[in-house]
């Protein structure tokens, strides 16, 4: 019986060949260009890391004078008098008697106008009406505060007797004008994103166009709906110049819209213009109001993304 000798395997090892120029430069510029999107996403992590510390810290030497069971649940915000006042719900509830007046207003408008755009408006008109809406959000904040109290107020106050010039309802209401392409832009983008399929199945079924916007278009895109609901929420929040022109500085706790009041964002600025020691308690509750802020925009947020996630459907 004969045996014969395992045959050697070799491996062939490939051939290095010399980078062409045009190959090499791309590889330059892809590297470039992924070193520039790696800091632009971490430059963002840093900068709100930073934003966080800043109102942490200097909102710790204010809870050092302050509990924070006071400072949540009082309900005189007097900061500046001789016998300080530091409960915070007269402006937690300025902020959010104006948020939900803009948000009565611009909820159902940007819906109704996302639904038109996407379902019924023909492209030519979509494209005219949709460019000219996005306009409303480039006006300054400072023409609709001026607006609001030399228009809206004087109008209300036809139709309710007896209306402070300074009120909750002028602001809200005109907050709620310029949230409106926040919500319309958003809403109709996600309302086109739905295959045309969907529909298509809709009117096979005997489904018109109402039925079928109603029914099959809105459900399918409520993730995207929702997010355009919750950055007009945040929007709202934030919001500055119009209710510290139109609402008023007074901070009432009252929950009646017809009558004037101070926000959180109003009293920032407020007490940003005037002439406060640094190391002063008055000067310390601008951050505390500040975190407060973020705290609540950052639970919108939270559900926000909460929601996308339970209704997101890929298609």
């Not at 139709?159 to 002028?170: A, C, E, H, Q």
């Not at 832009?185 to 045309?196: G, I, K, N, Q, W």
């Not at 969907?198 to 079928?212: I, P, Q, V």
Request: glycine share 8%; net charge positive.
């Amino acid at each position: 019986m004969s045996t014969t000798a395992p045959r050697k395997i070799t491996r062939l090892r490939p051939r290095r060949t010399a980078q062409s120029p045009g190959r090499l430069l791309r590889e330059i510029v892809e590297w470039i260009a992924a070193s520039g999107f790696f800091l632009a996403g971490i430059s963002s992590i840093v900068i709100t890391a930073a934003i966080v510390f800043v109102l942490v810290y200097e909102s710790l030497g204010f809870f050092r004078e302050v509990s924070l069971v006071e400072f949540l649940t009082g309900t005189e915000w007097m900061p500046q008098f001789a016998d300080p006042k530091y409960g915070i719900l007269p402006l937690i509830c300025g902020t959010l008697v104006t948020t939900a007046v803009a948000l009565s207003v611009a909820l159902p408008v940007g819906t109704i106008v996302a639904i038109y755009l996407s379902e019924f408006a023909p492209f030519f008109l979509r494209e005219i009406v949709k460019p000219v809406l996005e306009l409303l959000s480039a006006v300054p904040t400072v023409v609709y505060g001026y607006f609001a109290l030399k228009f809206v107020a004087p109008l209300l106050q036809l139709v309710i007797p007896g209306l402070p010039t300074f009120n909750m309802l002028s602001a809200g209401l005109v907050m709620g004008i310029m949230i409106i392409p926040y919500v319309s832009s958003l809403s109709e983008d996600a309302m086109r994103s739905v295959p045309m399929l969907l529909r298509e199945g809709s009117y096979a079924l005997g489904g018109n166009r109402l039925w079928t916007s109603l029914r099959v278009v809105i459900p399918s895109a409520i993730s995207g709906i929702g997010a355009a609901y919750i950055l007009g929420i945040s929007r709202a929040i934030g919001e500055t110049m119009i209710v510290a022109i139109a609402a008023g500085m007074q901070p009432n706790f009252t929950l009646n819209p017809t009558q004037p009041a101070a926000t959180i964002t109003a009293y920032i600025v407020e007490v940003s213009l005037g002439d406060l020691p640094h190391a002063s308690i008055g000067y310390a509750s601008i951050f505390a109001a500040g975190f407060l802020l973020f705290c609540m925009t950052l639970v919108f947020n939270i559900g926000g993304q909460m929601l996308r996630r339970r209704y997101h459907q890929a298609y």
